[in-house]
């Protein structure tokens, strides 16, 4: 008891972002696994932090443009102190949806190979980038890049809260086309639903998602969470609506309880949220076997 | 319907980008038309599906269609959802189409899922996992979709591939059923010949640079059929059923 009074009172954001963290990545990530597009989701991850490395280059300056425009100290405001990181993000991400989703038109590459160079290149082009940051820490900026459960704040939480308002909503608000596209997108097409457009725009909404949990969290957590509650959503429903149901309580449940054992047990919170996801998934996965 | 015809097609080109697969097609398509497209794999058949569709941009000429509303079956195989859709859940999709942005499904349209279910049979399988089912069922799901479009049209692209002998017919008498009770215009795809003779009224044959439509009499000539598949065909006549085959060469040379 004492351990999580601690925790509320040194983390409290950390520990409802954990929470959200997780129930953005679980949600998304039927929609990621029902598309056996799992490789995007690992792809993505890496993209969104070859953005952030990018912006330490800072050959663009976002941010100082911003508040000269709109008047606000940069240092000051810790929203715009941070935003060149987060656009950047989602800007590389948003490039790699784009690519992929083109991926169709063409047959020499299969859409795993195309997402495995964008995976391979993403690790390589952010060690460029790092080399050539004018900061001279690379283990600094790594620590940056790669994000931390517990460096979670008020904006960051924030900033997750909308994105999964959004997600629901958007999610909620076309859940006719977003079942038909992704279950027979020919049909849809040929019954007059503007495939190519629908999963286009999932897919933007997945990468959107996917960027800034992995720009909060890391990308490790993120990757896992995309998979995990959702493939042991897919092993214990029995309806659509169940497998989402399932896999956002995973995702809800299991980061702030993870950030207790790894407080009681002195373990990293990132990486103890994904075993223990893992365990629950093992023990779901026997269980479903005996049965 | 527009002088007796739902479907128009005039100086059609077919194909992708710069290379046209086949031109100049005319064609008329009228109410409860039954006609089956037949030819060798990459003869044009689904490029010339997924134009009548519109889900390829004619390369030239006219499609007349307006106020046509097309129910499509696609092949089985396509469909392999990893989420536990109920067969409601899929037939109820077919509804989908016709809804606008932000409308919400209606009462109407489970009762339209609902009858289309019953029109395929299968009303007792609608709370049953569409991954649960066999390869019949998925097949009557699929058409059960198609109708809840309340389609002119229904295109059904392979529909028999891969079934056993019972479901096979049992879904051509369903398809059958379709077109005369409840007077639909049907396009059946297959590479099963005898099915298309025994079925449709009228056929489309598909060669590699050529094109021709016409009665079941006029295109199914032993001589046409094996210039187009480049093999012997053998067409035999029992009752009023067609049993359209192979003639296999065997390593002596005789037929």
């Not at chain 1, 810790?78 to 690519?99: C, N």
């Not at chain 2, 005319?26 to 599906?49: A, C, E, H, Q, R």
């Not at chain 2, 229904?154 to 369903?174: F, Q, V, W």
């Not at chain 2, 093999?231 to 003639?247: A, C, H, N, Q």
């Amino acid at each position: 008891m004492e351990t999580i009074n601690i925790i509320i009172d040194l983390f409290p954001y950390a520990l409802l972002g954990s929470i959200l963290a997780g129930i953005i990545c679980s949600f998304l990530g039927v929609f990621v696994l029902s598309q056996r597009a799992v490789f995007l989701g690992a792809a993505l991850t890496q993209v969104s932090i070859a953005g952030v490395a990018f912006s330490f280059l800072h050959l663009v300056n976002l941010e100082v443009m911003l508040g000269s425009y709109f008047s606000i100290d940069v240092i000051e405001n810790s929203f715009l102190h941070h935003f060149e990181h987060t656009f950047f993000s989602l800007l590389f991400s948003m490039i790699a949806v784009l690519i992929f989703s083109q991926s169709y038109r063409q047959k020499l590459i299969t859409q795993d190979g195309l997402l495995g160079i964008i995976f391979v290149i993403a690790i390589a082009v952010r060690i460029m980038f790092i080399q050539k940051s004018p900061i001279a820490e690379v283990s600094e900026i790594e620590a940056i890049l790669k994000g931390d459960i517990l460096f979670i704040g008020a904006n960051e939480f924030y900033t997750m809260l909308v994105i999964l308002l959004i997600i629901f909503l958007i999610f909620g608000l076309f859940s006719k086309q977003l079942k038909f596209v992704t279950f027979d997108s020919e049909t849809a097409s040929a019954h007059g639903i503007n495939s190519r457009f629908w999963l286009l725009f999932f897919y933007l909404t997945v990468g959107i998602g996917i960027s800034l949990t992995t720009r909060f969290v890391g990308d490790v957590f993120t990757f896992a969470y995309l998979i995990i509650p959702s493939s042991i959503g897919m092993i214990m429903a029995k309806k659509v609506s169940q497998v989402f149901i399932i896999a956002v309580i995973i995702g809800a449940v299991i980061p702030p309880v993870s950030i207790f054992l790894a407080f009681t047990f002195d373990f990293s919170s990132g990486p103890t949220a994904v075993v223990v996801a893992f365990v629950i998934f093992i023990i779901v996965y026997m269980v479903k076997r005996l049965l | 319907m527009k002088d007796n015809y739902l479907i128009s097609l005039s100086g059609l080109s077919i194909g992708y980008k710069n290379k046209i697969i086949h031109s100049n097609i005319n064609l008329k398509i009228t109410d409860n038309d039954f006609i089956g497209l037949v030819g060798p794999n990459g003869s044009g058949k689904t490029t010339f599906l997924r134009t009548l569709l519109g889900t390829l941009k004619p390369l030239a000429g006219n499609i007349d269609k307006d106020g046509v509303r097309f129910g499509y079956v696609p092949q089985r195989d396509t469909v392999q959802p990893l989420l536990p859709y109920s067969v409601f859940d899929v037939v109820m999709m077919g509804r989908y189409s016709l809804k606008g942005l932000f409308e919400k499904i209606e009462k109407e349209d489970i009762a339209i899922a609902g009858e289309s279910l019953e029109k395929v049979g299968i009303s007792s399988l609608k709370n049953m996992n569409y991954n649960s089912l066999s390869g019949g069922q998925r097949q009557r799901t699929l058409i059960a979709r198609a109708l809840a479009v309340n389609p002119n049209v229904l295109i059904l692209d392979e529909p028999t591939n891969g079934m056993d002998t019972p479901s096979h017919y049992s879904l051509l008498s369903l398809i059958e059923d379709l077109h005369d009770q409840s007077k639909l215009t049907i396009l059946l795809v297959s590479h099963l010949l005898s099915d298309v003779a025994n079925l449709a009224k009228k056929i489309i044959l598909f060669e590699k640079d050529n094109f021709q439509c016409g009665n079941i009499d006029d295109i199914l000539s032993e001589e046409n059929l094996s210039k187009t598949y480049s093999t012997g065909i053998k067409i035999s006549k029992i009752g009023s059923e067609f049993f359209i085959t192979s003639k296999h060469t065997h390593a002596n040379g005789n037929n």
